[in-house]
């Protein structure tokens, strides 16, 4: 049974118009956080969750932002996609943040084209 | 701080022969050591992770991989490959707290 869940897999949305991913879980866990991975590259973390506490990475640019109605809901809003958006963006979960014994699971992922 | 370097960008393999993937990181600290392992179009999936217990550690699927602080090195293992462990593999390291220092990455592919 898929525990996190991206929707929808694929999304195709056009260049400055704002795109919505979404991301649940069933795990009860804690700490949602969203990555993006480019084309053979490793994941890049965003930004994370824990509980409610919104925990931004420096480099994040101001065009992403997320939202977290609940445990087990996670928004990823971009605000202005350009063509360098395009990537697949994994949403993950763990029990706590400290990853040394709580390992992350992720989602398949959306794949967003900006045409 | 902590890095993760993989040796190898790309390993082929024939089906039924062995698996190397090798792994170096650097750590200030005592590190937890994760290989995640990554199907096309799919998210990661854990295959085994290491966390100060002991040092030869087995995984899902037929993996395993060893430990060695002398050398800094973690490398992924199996004895014989199967066409589906074709995929893209990720050693990440973490210091204990959120942050995950992910290595570039290994594609394999198996021959018939």
């Known amino acids: 049974d898929a525990m996190v869940i991206q929707n929808p897999r694929y999304q195709v949305t056009q260049f400055g118009k704002p795109v919505t991913l979404s991301c649940s879980q069933t795990?009860?866990?804690?700490?949602m956080y969203w990555y993006q991975q480019k084309s053979s590259q490793a994941p890049k973390l965003l930004f994370h969750?824990?509980?409610?506490?919104?925990?931004n990475e420096a480099d994040t640019p101001d065009n992403f932002q997320s939202r977290r109605p609940n445990t087990s809901f996670c928004f990823l809003d971009i605000r202005s996609p350009g063509l360098g958006d395009a990537a697949m963006y994994l949403c993950?979960?763990?029990?706590?943040?400290?990853?040394?014994?709580?390992?992350?699971?992720f989602g398949n992922g959306t794949r967003l084209t900006v045409t | 701080a902590q890095s993760v370097t993989q040796l190898d960008s790309h390993v082929s393999v024939s089906e039924g022969t062995p698996v190397l993937l090798r792994c170096n990181y650097s750590?200030?600290?005592?590190?937890?050591l994760f290989w995640y392992v990554q199907h096309p179009n799919k998210g990661l999936q854990l295959l085994l992770k290491?966390?100060?217990?002991?040092?030869l550690v087995k995984g899902i699927n037929g993996f395993e991989a060893e430990f060695k602080k002398s050398e800094t090195s973690f490398h992924l293992t199996k004895p014989s490959a199967h066409m589906s462990d074709a995929a893209e593999y990720f050693c990440?390291?973490?210091?204990?707290?959120?942050?995950?220092?992910f290595g570039a990455g290994t594609t394999v592919t198996v021959r018939a």
């Open positions: 990440v390291v973490s210091e204990g707290d959120y942050k995950l220092s």
């Open positions: 750590s200030s600290y005592s590190p937890s």
């Open positions: 969750y824990y509980d409610k506490d919104f925990n």
């Open positions: 290491y966390t100060s217990a002991a040092t």
């Open positions: 795990l009860n866990h804690n700490v």
């Open positions: 993950a979960t763990s029990r706590d943040p400290g990853l040394s014994n709580s390992p992350l699971h």
